[in-house]
Nanobody, 123 residues
Framework: QVQLVESGGGLVQAGGSLRLSCAASGRAFSSHAMGWFRQAPGKEREFVAAISWSGTGTYYTDVAKVRFTISRDNAKNTVYLQMNSLKPEDTAVYYC????????????????WGQGTQVTVSS
């Protein structure tokens, strides 16, 4: 099993940037595809982006295209989400998740979850 801990959230003004990190421990991180999700108050959890176990494959939903970049460093057991040009509607708790399945582009594929990190974008 993989344990995941997110960090890097905070309060930022609209137009600003944040880089979220997700540190993994436990079973081989490099075997897992990783994803980022978010959940705003009163809304369902939303799939944001994903990356294959090797990092060569990435997937972005419409909310993340252009402004967000997912990456990973398997030597550091860490996955990142670089978020630029942030908007107030990006305010949410951001979660990272892991899966051994090849279908990392499907939100239902994820088995391991972190506790989340709060991102607040002020207007």
């Amino acid at each position: 099993q993989v344990q995941l801990v997110e960090s890097g959230g905070g309060l930022v003004q609209a137009g600003g940037s944040l880089r979220l990190s997700c540190a993994a421990s436990g079973r081989a991180f490099s075997s897992h595809a990783m994803g980022w999700f978010r959940q705003a108050p009163g809304k369902e959890r939303e799939f944001v982006a994903a990356i294959s176990w090797s990092g060569t494959g990435t997937y972005y939903t419409d909310v993340a295209k252009v402004r967000f970049t997912i990456s990973r460093d398997n030597a550091k057991n860490t996955v990142y989400l670089q978020m630029n040009s942030l908007k107030p509607e990006d305010t949410a708790v951001y979660y990272c998740a892991g899966t051994l399945r090849r279908t990392y582009y499907l939100p239902g594929s994820y088995d391991y979850w972190g506790q989340g990190t709060q991102v607040t974008v002020s207007s």
